[in-house]
């Protein structure tokens, strides 16, 4: 069974970077997208950055686009999101996921069947 594990999230000034990144390990299963997703106490879980493995296509969310790239690295079976000048909106609890199904763009939540524990990205003013 696939396991996800984040890590790299941290407390920055505003303008700051960070790169988060994602182990994955025990894939038994085609992963139709692989995503980042955030969510803040009282909003709905949303998607920043994903990527549809079969068209290399990827989506950003407005919010974050020309600041957020997310890349992956089959070699090392792992995803990361690099995220520059950070701002204080970007803090969130992130998680990476794979889905199991095909998704639309933005991704659907509801299509991610594995998910990481989550890593805590804090950016203050």
């Known amino acids: 069974q696939m396991k996800l594990v984040e890590s790299g999230g941290d407390s920055v000034q505003a303008g700051e970077s960070l790169r988060l990144s994602c182990a994955v390990s025990?894939?038994?299963?085609?992963?139709?997208?692989w995503a980042w997703f955030r969510e803040t106490p009282g909003k709905e879980r949303e998607a920043v950055a994903g990527i549809y493995t079969g068209n290399a296509q990827t989506y950003y969310a407005d919010s974050v686009k020309d600041r957020f790239t997310l890349s992956v690295d089959n070699a090392n079976n792992s995803l990361y999101l690099q995220m520059n000048n950070l701002k204080p909106d970007d803090t969130a609890m992130y998680y990476c996921a794979a889905a199991d199904r095909p998704t639309p763009r933005p991704p659907n939540r509801l299509d991610f069947t594995t998910w990481g524990q989550g890593t805590q990205v804090t950016v203050s003013s």
């Open positions: 025990g894939s038994d299963s085609f992963t139709y997208c």
